[in-house]
């Protein structure tokens, strides 16, 4: 049995910056340090915050006031950065950078009186927080019936955003329907850099495996996605977050079995995944390397030196 492991795979800029900025905050402050909605959408990195003291809630309400709260890299809607400041709650932003990035393209073609279809989930907390910029202006597109069905009040103003964390192909089916009902739209090209990296790397091994496994949790959007892009090529795939998930009986029909992980996924759970298959041959497929890092927050810097 031969393993071939994708690459990239795991941690991507933005949940690095993270969970470093609610680790520093650990270690900085003594009172409890609050964060709303899991940093990450990976359990193990959120129960490892827990232990380290990090208190998660899911609404501002579950906070006193005054308090220490973290915004997940999910980031979150004006409406909610409001009501903390109105609790004088102290606010640090772990948002990741290319989620704000469409934040601020929201607020930007807002002003100008555009409509924005937003391509993604809905009940997915970067879709809630995007939405939330301009609710009154903004489209939430889920599907391709939906991109057919869309209505309007300009077509020469419209704006297509999307979540971050899509599937590369899905997404530029919806957005292929919605350049053909309004010719005059600007589409923004907002899945993240990550996102797409291991998409293609889950692609590359779908060619080469007889099956592939996505170490990473059921509720991470860009896993799922993976474990989308490796079927949708006729590969079959599981999503699993820990070796108690395997089917190692099932596994040794397999010659040759890939393994990729999302941008939430430490390695350790990869690697305790590897262990547990057990392999003769183990090799990495790497499709591009990547070496981007986001800055901290203003004030946290010259803890992380």
Known sequence: MEILLGSPRGF?????????IVEILLKQ??????????????????????????????????VPDASLVVFSAHGVSPTVEKEAKMRNLSII?????????VHSESKKFSKQGYTILLVGHKNHPEIIGTFGEAPEQTIIIENKNEALDV??????????????????SDTQEIANILVKKFPKVVLRNDICYATSNRQDAARALAKSCDIVLVIGAKNSSNCNRLKDVIESLGVPSQLLMNPKELNT???QNYQKIGIISGAST??????????????????????IR????????????KSKL
């Open 12 to 20: 991507c800029a933005g949940v690095v910056r993270a969970i470093d």
């Open 29 to 62: 402050h003594k009172s409890p340090v609050y964060v709303r909605h899991e940093i990450v959408h990976n359990q193990v990195v959120v129960e490892d915050l827990k232990k380290k003291g990090a208190i998660f809630i899911e609404e501002l309400d579950e």
């Open 290 to 301: 990547e070496d981007i890092t986001f800055s901290l927050p203003r004030g946290l810097q």
């Open 151 to 168: 209505q309007v009040p300009d077509p020469s103003k419209v704006v297509i955003l999307t979540q971050t964390t899509l599937s590369v």
């Open 93 to 101: 932003d772990a948002t990741c950078p290319l989620v704000t990035k």
């Open 249 to 251: 009986s099932e596994l």
């Open 266 to 287: 430490p390695e350790s759970l990869v690697t305790s995944v590897i262990d547990a298959i057990g392999y003769e041959r183990i090799t990495t497929h790497e499709i």
